[in-house]
């Protein structure tokens, strides 16, 4: 699942226990903090790994100053930590990246340039639609055991492909109703053929590569096995794993351990083997709030800023031990979105109120909706002037971005006239009311502990009652939301985040695509996957089939632009703003190359801890 929940800012947590804005857009704009230049001015001193062949084994060796070993880095993250272990099972982002840690791809992507880099793969040659990926000889799991063609192609074949676990990436790579075919050429060549050629498809072989070993016996066991297999319950020691850390100690919502893996294939230039670090140690953090009090505190190394701390934290920096980077803006999206969905369950019944599918189902509201929100009041008062208003689907920093689609400022007078113009009005105590006298009454959703998306939607809750509706906000548990929105469908607005690649539309395909599993606004569960689809999402469908099947890239453009229009048009979701992405490290970290694509520990293998500390 490429497109996930976006990282947090915050805003005074009164605003959000008060329940109202006490925040107003006459606000006066603040000075933004000075911040140094953008992170990719250091990150160009970055170099990429080379390929070395020693004794048989085809290892990548760092390019960058050779450091010290030993020592710990911690980070955090926000939630209640991981759900699983198992890469192929991962549902939400934390899982992701708890469980990625552990396990490389045949490729990866550079983190400067952007371009696809070999990983387990010591090279790879596309000849059309074949791909044909030369794997690094005698390089080892973390049992010992060699890694070869037949776990890349027992991954692909009998997981990916089968439909095990999560099934994003498998749904991402289906042309024209068909799959890729992966085959053994010889124990350390694979082929990969796609049906014709699909330029996305490259990319995809960043995807986990298992122990064959190790995950064949859960495969045997059927699919209800295999979504428990791996749980977070597992023994750390019953893990065989590829990648630069393995894990060491799960607590449940206190941290995530993990110590170095000594098989790992990376060398620096000195022929040790990598990585430098020990241990890597995620911190299972409430919320942000506490996260800012531990990084004072000392017992953090790392930290996203949200846009209230930036100035304090840029004022600290001078006399501290630490350093802030500005690495760009943010590469996910963040958003409002309203449920389309117009399905009934198997007792006839409908999953969303008629009255309200009557409302998110007029193209004005939605775009009533949109004219009353504030983006630059949010910008200044949540993310502190540092972002900028989003109208589109494709990040602000995607090279397939479509810039012909103008930004606007809110206009309350707007949105009253197209209400009007679908029959909406006032009674005197100016309550909206729809043509059949209802009373516009619904709830917005959005997880609880995410204290920049409780910010937001304090404020949107504050901007469509301006519009005379009542908004009952409802911050919930992660998981429980995500339940509403995939499994009962029994939500009505939701302010949610999703991940994404500037280099890549295709990882939205499970998104925008109508039978997608994060088809999040008019989600179709299986027994209605052949329910009508509406003409605009057809077309999006198409748009998507033919981006992936072009390989110009300006050929590519033209699709991706189009879909982007028709979200801009159509209001499926609601785009709010981008923040622009701000970290904290401690100065005893040296091979820091932050970058807007990889952050600040991209190469984490290579951190290593210097001699003055």
């Not at 790994?49 to 760092?62: A, H, I, Q, T």
């Not at 689609?405 to 006239?417: F, Q, S």
């Not at 113009?421 to 006298?437: A, N, P, Q, T």
């Not at 329910?531 to 099947?549: F, H, M, V």
Request: aromatic share 12%; net charge neutral; charged share 25%.
């Amino acid at each position: 699942m490429r497109r996930r929940i976006i990282s947090v800012l915050v805003v005074l947590i009164a605003v959000v226990l008060l329940g109202k804005a006490c925040i107003r857009r006459d606000t006066v704009e603040l000075e933004k903090p000075k911040l140094r230049p953008k992170a990719d001015v250091i990150s160009n001193n970055y170099k990429q790994p080379s390929n070395f062949s020693s004794n048989g084994v085809d290892y990548l060796m760092s390019e960058n100053p050779v450091g010290n070993f030993g020592g710990v880095i911690v980070l955090s993250t926000i939630g209640e930590g991981p759900k699983t272990f198992n890469p192929f099972n991962t549902k939400d982002n934390i899982s992701s990246m708890m469980s990625e840690i552990m396990y490389d791809g045949l490729v990866t992507t550079q983190p400067i340039t952007g371009e696809v880099v070999p990983k387990l793969a010591k090279s790879f040659e596309v000849y059309g639609s074949r791909y044909v990926v030369h794997l690094r000889k005698g390089i080892k799991w973390s049992d010992g055991k060699l890694i070869t063609a037949d776990d890349v192609v027992f991954t692909w074949k009998d997981i990916i492909l089968a439909g095990f676990g999560n099934t994003s990436i498998r749904d991402s790579i289906i042309i024209n109703g068909e799959l890729p075919k992966v085959y053994k050429i010889d124990d350390y060549t694979v082929e990969f053929v796609t049906p014709q050629p699909f330029a996305p498809f490259l990319r995809m072989l960043a995807s986990p590569i298992a122990p064959k070993h190790v995950f064949l016996p859960a495969v045997k066991k059927g699919k209800a096995y295999f979504d428990t297999f791996q749980s977070t319950n597992i023994n750390p020691k019953d893990l065989v794993t590829s990648g630069a850390f393995r894990l060491k100690e799960y607590v449940p919502a206190q941290r995530v351990v993990y110590d170095r893996n000594p098989n790992y294939y990376e060398i620096n230039k000195k022929e040790e083997k990598l990585p430098y670090l020990d241990r890597l140690v995620y911190l299972i953090v409430g919320d942000v709030n506490n996260e800012v009090l531990k990084f004072e505190g000392g017992e953090l190394d790392v930290i996203s800023l949200q846009g209230a701390n930036v100035a304090r934290f840029k004022e600290m920096e001078k006399h501290s031990d630490f350093t802030v980077y500005n690495i760009g803006p943010d590469t996910g999206t963040m958003y409002l979105s309203m449920n389309l969905n117009d399905r009934k369950d198997s007792n006839g019944k409908f999953y969303v109120d008629p009255k309200k599918q009557l409302w998110f189902g007029d193209l004005n509201f939605r775009r009533a909706c949109d004219y009353a929100i504030d983006r630059k009041n949010m910008v200044l008062n949540i993310a502190n002037g540092l972002g900028e208003p989003l109208f589109t689907p494709e990040s602000l920093n995607s090279i397939f971005l479509n810039k012909n689609l103008k930004p606007y400022g809110r206009d309350i007078n707007k949105a009253k006239e197209l209400l009007r113009e679908s029959g909406f009005y006032w009674d005197k105590k100016g309550h909206l009311r729809d043509r059949f006298g209802n009373h516009v009454e619904f709830d917005l959703y959005t997880n609880a502990g995410n204290t920049e998306r409780e910010a937001i939607g304090v404020m949107v809750k504050q901007d469509l009652e301006d519009l005379g509706m009542k908004v009952n906000f409802k911050p919930i548990e992660f998981n429980s939301l995500v339940n509403k929105l995939v499994s009962t469908l029994d939500w009505d607005m939701v302010i949610m985040g999703l991940t994404g690649s500037p280099l890549e539309p295709n990882g939205g395909k499970n998104v925008w695509m109508s039978n997608g599993t994060l088809h999040m606004f008019n989600q179709r569960l299986e027994k209605d996957m052949n329910s009508k689809r509406l003409p605009w999402e057809k077309r999006i469908d198409y748009l998507y089939e033919q981006g992936a099947l072009a390989v110009n890239f300006e050929e590519r453009k033209k699709f991706y632009d189009e879909y982007q229009k028709i979200v801009y048009e159509q209001k499926p979701f609601i785009y709010i703003y981008s923040p622009i992405r701000i970290v904290a490290i401690r100065n005893k970290f040296k091979n820091i190359f932050p970058s807007s694509l990889g952050g600040v520990t991209h190469n984490i293998e290579e951190i290593f801890i210097g001699d003055d500390n």
